[in-house]
């Protein structure tokens, strides 16, 4: 997980800010439990151990899952949502460059192939005929907030904002997704590529299609056993390589994407026909899932002055 000094994280910070919540996480560090399990271990009461974990399950700290082992279906099993914690502070970090962010809602496909299971909806109602790929074409897609598909892709073409004087230094784009499966399977993989470009920069593997809580801004009208939310993940390409959430994917930089080359920036985000895990994808929109975003794309560049003087050089 990765936290920035934002009001998003705020629920993470809090969450973390208490010796009960604490202790509920060091144990479940070790294995999962049951409620029942940890108010005992811990010397809580059932009701006060019930208001640290609905916190930490905000926090997307845990996740509570059905016992299927236990002859009470009503026992639930906690565990450990994330093995990390990563807090940004990009004041520091990317002190030398210049940033410039789009935010894109993700309706405003410019290409899409899209095959059954597939949908769209927005935040009050389906957008055309569930696992009919001509719903993609409807004018009404681009208040999309949620879109999927077992197999396929959809492209969006973004401005390029360098100039022909700025360098690159690392290309960030961030949105929420998942894998996709009829209904929902928490532990449903998925192979998803991304393509900047038309350059395969490298596949991500979604663990799971979630339904095990609903999602914090998901409309109360979407069922309970469809898809909630999703991972929200962070893909960089820099002058080393390419990676989500920090993990490596691929050799890929950003030379690669001859950036200069063209006054757009096409990012491509689909299933992975030879891959392994065939599990589709669900992307989320502001109004659905757990976090409120669009897919967010900031380039970091800098200016000569900036580079000269790091180097070294005069200009």
Known sequence: ME????????????????????????????????????AKILHLSKTTLSRHLNQLRQAGLIQVKEDSQHEDRRQKIVSLSVDSIEIVFPSKIYLPFERVTQKTPIGYYSDFQAEPTCGLASRTKIIGVIDDPRSFTCNDRIRSQLLWFSSGFVSYRLQNPLDSNQHAEML??????????????????????????????????????????????????????????GNLIHLRINHEDSTVNGKRIS?????????????????KIGTKPDS????????????????????????????????????????
């Open 276 to 315: 392994p895990n065939q599990g589709g994808l669900t992307i989320f929109g502001k109004y659905f899932g757990n976090h409120a975003q669009d897919i967010v794309t900031t380039l970091y560049y800098s200016e000569p002055s900036v580079r000269s003087r790091d180097s070294g050089k005069l200009l």
């Open 172 to 229: 960030d784009i961030s949105m929420e997704i998942c894998s996709e499966y009829p209904g929902s399977n928490n532990e449903w993989k998925s192979d998803i590529l991304f393509t900047i470009n038309d350059v395969d920069v490298g596949s991500w593997t979604s663990p799971g299609n979630f339904s095990d809580v609903r999602g914090i801004l998901t409309p109360s009208w979407w069922k309970s056993n469809l898809s909630q939310y």
């Open 3 to 38: 936290l920035r000094l934002d009001k998003e994280s705020l629920v993470v910070y809090r969450a973390l800010a208490s010796d009960s919540r604490l202790s509920v996480l060091q144990q479940l560090s070790q294995k999962p439990a049951t409620a029942t399990e940890l």
């Open 251 to 267: 050799g890929c930089t950003l030379n690669d994407l001859r950036l200069h080359s063209s006054p757009f920036l096409t990012v």
